[in-house]
């Protein structure tokens, strides 16, 4: 089957669901029998988001391949369990930047170079990428803004370029609008869905499918409006309204016939309906564990899409422990010693946040404090590990003064240190340690166990500094033991405190790869842990 792409934009407003639009779609396909890759192009003229503020874009995941990306990648492998790579994200900057390096190579031939044709035909390219790599039946592809944005015009005008390339059979614009209620007027307004596909249209683009974001049921005799005034078949306009939770968002669309209309539209017979059996029965899981499990999240970001990744496995792990797990944000930057049983009073565990920088970092260290002295399940990621490794040396080993290199560059005891390779790097963009390495795990740890008794895994990384390995010896005989290292370079990747019920820092970003049919273990053991105070329960 010749390679088939779906171009997802977005009109009337931002932060719609795009995302969780195309992974919906790419699990639905997928569940068909069909290979599929979901791609995200952003039009910000950022190389990637590794540089931005939380606060501006949210978290930052990165691929196993190491790429920093757009946090939708994190969807996409949520809900496909596929593994996106570097290729399936592409901002404005990446554009540029190789046009303007073949240029200054002389690759254009002393051409003037333009948005149109140089620019769309570098885009046009990239569209292409994955599947000239790899055979997949489907390519879905998320344009990120909202139409009328000025950056993501060269992208639009590329798609229009593409479609007609590709034909009509291989190539389906779907098109994600919103359909605001009015409550004085007690109406669902569809004029700015309409406005947004003129606008569209008079880019070239003809949708083939609207799929409708709204908060209230919306009627038969509203969707036949909106199919009359937008060139589209009533059965091509589809609903998604709030639902409890985004997981839900597959089974919605299969259950409109979402897959169906678009197989349809590209050429091919649809078949029977699968049955999503799996997703269904973790759909029934959650629905099911109605018993709360209240976990404290300790960082510097009040905002939850900072922590997206790590809020999802929790939910995930919740679910295969039959609990609803209730998250509470707890700012670092306003925990004290005076405070901190009262800040951290109620949580059965406790997630001790990644960050950069040195806000917030003194909260974090006595939140660490507090838990390791009180038993209580604490699970530290990258810098949250760091962290923890700081307060045992202060508190334990003795060291008044221990600190990492990156808040305190004179400390004596510097027990977080900058990466060898890491120091003469001076360009902040793409270069820490990022990606997948290898992991060796202690056997008998509680590591070791959780993973079920693997000796080598493989995690994501994203991180500049590292625990100072002539430190080792001493943290060990004290308390605080390696139970994985990377098998190389003999760096420190966990840490734990074997006498506790669960006391583990990771240098490695497990959240990245949880999924929703495969949660990741080291979640599943910290939950289960918080739940029973053990794992063996």
């Given amino acids: 089957m010749k390679t088939k792409y779906i171009f997802i934009t977005g009109g009337v407003a931002s932060s719609l669901g ?78 540029y930047l190789s046009v303007i390096e073949k240029e200054r190579k002389g690759d254009y031939l002393g051409k003037t170079i333009q948005v149109v044709p140089h620019i769309t035909d570098e885009i046009k390219r990239r569209i292409r990428l994955n599947a000239s790599k790899e055979d997949f039946d489907f390519v879905i592809t998320e344009i990120g803004g909202t139409i009328g944005d000025i950056e993501s015009q060269p992208f639009l005008e590329a798609i229009r370029q593409l479609r007609w390339e590709l034909g009509s059979e291989n190539s389906l ?4 609008t919103y359909v605001p209620y009015l409550a004085a007027a007690g109406e669902l307004k569809t004029k700015p869905t309409q406005t947004s596909v003129k606008q569209i249209q008079g880019l070239g683009i003809q949708p083939e499918v609207l799929v409708l974001r709204t908060e209230h049921e919306l009627s038969a005799d509203l969707k036949a409006k909106v199919a009359h005034f937008c060139n589209v078949d009533v ?57 709360e499990i209240h976990i404290g999240l300790v960082g510097k970001y009040d905002l939850q899409d900072a922590y997206k990744s790590i809020l999802e496995s929790l939910a995930h792990a919740g679910v295969y422990n039959d609990r609803k797990v209730k998250v509470k944000f707890i700012n670092s930057e306003k925990i004290t010693k005076d405070n901190v049983f009262e ?42 590990m760091q962290m923890m490794v700081v307060e045992f040396a202060r508190n334990v080993l003795g060291y008044a003064d221990a600190d990492s290199s990156e808040m305190n560059p004179s400390t004596s005891h510097n027990v977080i240190d900058i990466m060898e390779e890491q120091k003469n790097i001076t360009q902040m963009g793409g270069t820490m340690r990022l990606g997948a390495y290898e992991c060796e795990l202690l056997k008998g740890s509680r590591t070791w166990q959780a993973y079920g008794e693997k000796s080598l895994i493989k995690e994501r990384h994203r991180h ?40 583990i820092g990771t240098q490695f970003h497990p959240e990245y790869s949880s999924t ?14 918080c739940i029973y105070g053990t794992v063996e329960a």
């Fill in 464 to 503: 500049r500094y590292e625990f100072n390995n002539k430190f080792l010896q001493e943290f060990e005989a004290n308390g605080m033991i390696c139970s994985g290292k990377n098998p190389g370079t003999g760096l420190v990747e966990i840490v734990e405190i074997p006498s506790h019920k669960w006391y």
């Fill in 343 to 384: 800040q951290l009073d109620g949580m059965s565990g406790i997630v001790i946040c990644p960050g950069f920088g040195q806000r917030g970092i003194e909260g974090k260290i006595i939140a660490a404090e507090y838990t390791r002295k009180n038993n209580i399940p604490t699970f530290g990621i990258c810098l949250g």
């Fill in 516 to 529: 929703v049919l495969n949660p990741h273990p080291l979640f599943l053991s910290f939950i289960k842990t």
């Fill in 173 to 176: 614009n779907v098109h994600l």
């Fill in 18 to 95: 795009k995302g969780i639009i195309s992974a919906s779609l790419g699990k639905l396909l997928q569940a068909r029998g069909y290979k599929i890759t979901i791609q995200k192009f952003d039009p910000y003229i950022n190389i990637d988001p590794g540089t931005l503020n939380p606060y501006e874009h949210g978290e930052c995941y990165v691929t196993a391949d190491g790429m920093e990306t757009d946090l939708d990648l994190g969807h996409y492998e949520r809900f496909t369990g596929i593994e996106t790579t570097r290729d399936n994200s592409v901002t404005t900057g990446k554009i």
């Fill in 235 to 291: 059965k091509a306009v589809i609903q998604s309204q709030d639902l409890p939770s985004i997981y839900e968002v597959p089974v919605n669309m299969q259950q409109q016939g979402f897959d169906e209309v678009i197989l349809t539209k590209m050429g091919i017979t649809p078949g029977e309906k699968p049955p999503l059996g799996p997703w269904r029965n973790f759909l029934e899981r959650r629905k099911n564990a109605t018993k």
